[in-house]
């Protein structure tokens, strides 16, 4: 098994930044590939930064391309989203996501492990 924690939601203003923190434990050398997704209300959870563990190659859903960073710490166990730039259709709550599979690709059904969730609150 895996835990996830994140951690580094909040409000913040249009244009500003947030920098997300998910602190894995647990069989982490089984993890495969990591990831970000999100969940607004009323909305289906959706794929926002993924990055593999090979070789940290990264995805990011169009939407949040050019303004977030998805990055890993391997000594740390710990993966990090950088966000700038929040607009206020970036409000949701933000999951940190892990996958035993080498590609899970942005479906959060191939994801075995997830976080509990940090809210990402961005006023006009």
């Known amino acids: 098994q895996v835990q996830l924690v994140e951690s580094g939601g909040g409000l913040v203003q249009a244009g500003g930044s947030l920098r997300l923190s998910c602190a894995a434990s647990?069989?982490?050398?089984?993890?495969?590939?990591m990831g970000w997704f999100r969940q607004a209300p009323g909305r289906e959870r959706e794929f926002v930064a993924s990055?593999?563990?090979?070789?940290?190659?990264?995805n990011y859903a169009d939407s949040v391309k050019g303004r977030f960073t998805i990055s890993r710490d391997n000594a740390k166990n710990t993966l990090v989203l950088q966000m700038n730039s929040l607009k206020p259709e970036d409000t949701a709550v933000y999951y940190c996501?892990?996958?035993?599979?080498w590609g899970p690709g942005r479906d959060p059904r191939n994801y075995d492990y997830w976080g509990q969730g940090t809210q990402v609150t961005v006023s006009s």
């Open positions: 990055i593999l563990c090979r070789d940290s190659m990264r």
């Open positions: 996501a892990a996958a035993d599979t």
């Open positions: 647990g069989r982490t050398f089984s993890i495969g590939a």
